[in-house]
């Protein structure tokens, strides 16, 4: 199909891929036989694709009118994700405006496909293994934001029938070089000193890093027409007692684990949302994380799995590798990507 389409090299511009899943999405398309003619719109320099990037803001209209010139399909990753991002504004104008923003640039340039980096947040927490039809109920900014950004899409789509809009909805992505959720989690249960809020049996959807590129050049190289959703989970879902498990056989060591009640893990987040305040520095540990830490984050990725798409690493292979590259033979250099 991909050669039917496109017998030249296909042009995919990405902006905000000086990221975590940005670079390593533009590894895995540089190293493809295809010989895809990267570019990267970013605030940020990238730390290994410098050559392909341009220092851009997603929220100029002018600038995205003239960097999206020539290419053939856009990836939107540019995204404010944190949970403590402010002026709270700053996600509106990042993830919806830079939506419309870049829409207006592509149909200015004649760019009729789109990839774009939703969320799971979408449908809010303690929701029961919702499908991509599942109602709405974004409890954050981000949440509401990355919705938002879809209604624009949705509303696009109405009078641009003849565009490919791909929309994925990851879990919570972790790989070698991330410092986000998942990675402070593995940390903790590594350092023996877990203390586990609840009873560990809350079931917790994730994404590697790896597979989530790889469904993403898979949509680049199938799903070249209409309007398509996916959320993105690597299954079967673990439970914080099995990602215990899992870090002592891999790093064959013994975890021991303290359980502490809801209430009370939950009243110590509040006690650091207080000194936050205070200080004005931001903290680990919060209200918002320990929430997020005991709810079930269990998503259904039937649709994904029924797509064609077959992941190159299971679950269990995604974490160990990251355990292994973090905690058993770690890289020299300081390169790191800082997200949720």
């Not at 989530?212 to 898979?218: A, L, T």
Request: charged share 25%.
């Amino acid at each position: 199909m991909y050669s039917q389409i496109y017998e030249r090299s296909m042009k995919i511009t990405l902006i905000g891929a000086s990221g975590f899943v940005g670079t390593r999405l533009m590894n895995l398309l540089e190293g493809d036989e295809k010989d895809y003619k990267l570019k990267n719109i970013d605030l940020l320099p990238s730390h290994f694709f410098n050559q392909h990037t341009t220092i851009g803001d997603v929220r100029d209209q002018a600038q995205m009118d003239k960097e999206l010139a020539g290419a053939d399909l856009v990836v939107l990753l540019a995204a404010q994700h944190r949970d403590d991002v402010s002026p709270v504004s700053l996600y509106y104008d990042t993830n919806v405006g830079g939506m419309e923003k870049t829409l207006h640039a592509m149909e200015k340039n004649g760019v009729k496909r789109i990839v774009f980096f939703s969320s799971v947040a979408v449908y809010g927490l303690n929701k029961h293994n919702p499908d991509e039809d599942h109602e709405k109920d974004p409890f954050n900014h981000y949440g509401k934001s990355k919705w938002q950004a879809e209604q624009v899409l949705q509303e696009w789509y109405k009078t641009h029938s003849d565009w490919n809009i791909n929309i994925i909805r990851p879990t919570v992505i972790f790989g070698e070089r991330n410092r986000g959720n998942v990675y402070n989690l593995l940390k903790q249960i590594a350092s023996g000193k877990f203390l586990m809020v609840g009873s560990g049996n809350n079931k917790k959807s994730m994404a590697y890093v790896g597979n989530v590129v790889s469904f993403v050049k898979f949509l680049i190289d199938n799903k070249t027409t209409g309007y398509n959703v996916y959320n993105y989970i690597d299954k079967p879902d673990f439970t914080t007692n099995d990602l215990v498990q899992l870090v002592e056989k891999v790093l064959d060591k013994h975890i021991p684990s303290t359980h502490f009640p809801y209430w009370m893990g939950m009243a110590g987040g509040y006690v650091f949302d207080f000194i936050a305040f205070i200080t004005r520095k931001k903290l680990a540990i919060s209200s918002v994380r320990v929430k997020k830490f005991c709810a079930t984050t269990e998503f259904n990725s039937s649709k994904m799995l029924n797509s064609g798409f077959k992941a190159p690493y299971t679950l269990s292979e995604g974490l160990s590798r990251t355990l292994k590259y973090e905690f058993i033979d770690p890289p020299t250099d300081d390169v790191i990507f800082v997200s949720e």
